[in-house]
T-cell receptor, first 111, second 112 residues
Framework: QKEVEQNSGPLSVPEGAIASLNCTYS??????FFWYRQYSGKSPELIMF????GDKEDGRFTAQLNKASQYVSLLIRDSQPSDSATYLC???????????FGTGTRLTVIP | DTEVTQTPKHLVMGMTNKKSLKCEQH?????MYWYKQKAKKPPELMFV???????INESVPSRFSPECPNSSLLNLHLHALQPEDSALYLC???????????FGPGTRLTVT
């Protein structure tokens, strides 16, 4: 059974701080990892994807992947109130082309 | 450009109605997807079309009928829905050989 787990939160951080969002997955065959941001009432927006072990940085966002520990995380530096949203972790396993989503972590950035 | 469009934005239908949801992308993507999302839950995959052929049907009831008329268009035909089918219906697409999926804005469906 393929499972993707996230802490549902809510996670609250002050403006300007680093927000750290975590995700674990059960299927060792998982190859591709994604972070989506979803504002209330809106659709998911792809903000990061990572395929190799290590870190990947894009602006204020850093995705970190550790396949041995089956762990992927998202760091948001200099958090802004506009970052307040639900963050969905998603994975694709080998041979599949559909996303398996975690339940999401709700982030609130306090001004 | 990573734009996927969906119409209508909102739809209210009775249990005896027939309606259709439409999704369109002009990015040359060759895979298109339908997801259903209930409140405070993650999206759930319904159907996958790859090169205009249905490749995945996640045991979706027959009252939902997908159609892919061409590589840019994806429809979801709805008939005899139940109130529990009320949800946000999301369309997504991805480029051939890539796994990143880009979502449209969704259609908020209410079944009365």
């Amino acid at each position: 059974q393929k499972e993707v787990e996230q802490n549902s939160g809510p996670l609250s951080v002050p403006e300007g701080a680093i927000a750290s969002l975590n995700c674990t997955y059960s299927d060792r065959g998982s190859q591709s990892f994604f972070w989506y941001r979803q504002y209330s009432g809106k659709s998911p927006e792809l903000i990061m994807f990572i395929y190799s072990n290590g870190d990947k940085e894009d602006g204020r966002f850093t995705a970190q992947l550790n396949k041995a520990s089956q762990y992927v995380s998202l760091l948001i530096r200099d958090s802004q109130p506009s970052d307040s949203a639900t963050y969905l972790c998603a994975v694709i396993t080998t041979g599949a082309n559909n996303l398996f989503f975690g339940t999401g972590t709700r982030l609130t950035v306090i001004p | 450009d990573t734009e996927v469009t969906q119409t209508p934005k909102h739809l209210v239908m009775g249990m005896t109605n027939k309606k259709s949801l439409k999704c369109e992308q002009h990015m040359g993507h060759r895979a298109m997807y339908w997801y259903k999302q209930k409140a405070k839950k993650p999206p759930e995959l319904m159907f996958v079309y790859s090169y205009e052929k249905l490749s995945i049907n996640e045991s979706v009831p027959s009252r939902f009928s997908p159609e892919c008329p061409n590589s840019s268009l994806l429809n979801l035909h709805l008939h005899a829905l139940q109130p529990e089918d009320s949800a946000l219906y999301l369309c997504a697409s991805s480029q051939a050989g890539r796994y990143e999926q880009y979502f449209g804005p969704g259609t908020r469906l209410t079944v009365t």
